[in-house]
């Protein structure tokens, strides 16, 4: 199915989900997760109206970057060493992936700009992902304050790839209610507005809890 087709049908899903939450579907912002497609199915989203692109693999985000430059705004989603930084971090809008100390020194260093960040939060407590134990998150993000060009715009977290829509509320939940929590220190260095949440299997319960950044990639591009 094309893209424009995709997105229609994902925009009517997300005017569902914000109708049931009373929320404005103008508050959520769809990132195309393109890493598994060609730079032609990634132009396509482009052209179908998709203004915001996600990359999780530096070599992929680079040869695309390439290509496309500042047709659409860019989103570092993945893992990111840091001596990779250097190599993204002025061609990105926003790192959704920051959970580490030695990530945030390499970032303040390599730019002289403040650059957007999500804290990265293992909410399911999988092994498997990336992130910083809930507990751990506010004290994290206030030993950030010594880096001036590090700005934490807000949360991001991936939730298990399961049916259990009752356990996928109880993640996003707690991710709203962390932010909630850090947002009301009012860190000028962290206004923490944001909840990066949501994927293709479950964006809609995503923006019915509470995202305002919804990472899409087979529902929007295929795999």
């Known amino acids: 199915m094309d893209v424009a087709t995709n997105l ?3 925009k009517q899903n997300i005017e569902q989900a914000c109708a049931k939450s009373n929320r404005n579907p103008e508050e ?4 195309g997760v393109t890493k598994y497609v060609t730079i032609e199915r990634t132009e396509e989203a482009i052209n179908a109206g998709i203004k915001n692109l996600g990359e999780n693999r530096l070599e992929g985000f680079l040869e ?3 290509c496309i430059q500042d047709k659409a705004s860019w989103h570092f989603i993945g893992t990111l ?3 990779k930084v250097k190599e993204v971090v002025d061609k990105v809008d926003a790192i959704h992936s920051l959970d580490r100390m030695s990530l ?7 730019t002289e700009t403040p650059v957007d960040c999500f804290v990265q939060v293992n909410v399911s407590g999988e092994e498997s992902k990336h992130g910083l134990a ?3 998150t506010l004290s994290f993000i206030k030993e950030l304050e ?3 060009n590090v700005r934490v715009v807000g949360l991001m977290t991936m939730a298990p790839h399961i049916d259990d829509k009752a356990h996928l509320r109880s993640i996003f939940r707690h991710l709203v209610s962390l932010r909630d929590n850090i947002k009301a220190e009012q860190l000028t260095y962290a206004p923490c507005e944001y909840l990066s949440m949501g994927m293709s299997n ?3 319960l995503a923006v019915e809890e509470g995202a305002t950044h919804i990472r899409i990639g087979s529902k929007l591009v295929g795999s």
Not at 28 to 31: L, P, V
Request: proline share 3%.
């Open 104 to 110: 945030a020194q390499e970032i303040n260093k390599r």
């Open 64 to 66: 695309k970057h390439d």
């Open 134 to 136: 809930p507990d751990d």
């Open 146 to 148: 010594v880096f001036e």
């Open 28 to 31: 959520i912002t769809i990132i």
């Open 8 to 10: 229609r049908h994902i």
């Open 202 to 204: 479950d964006y809609q």
């Open 81 to 83: 060493q840091s001596r």
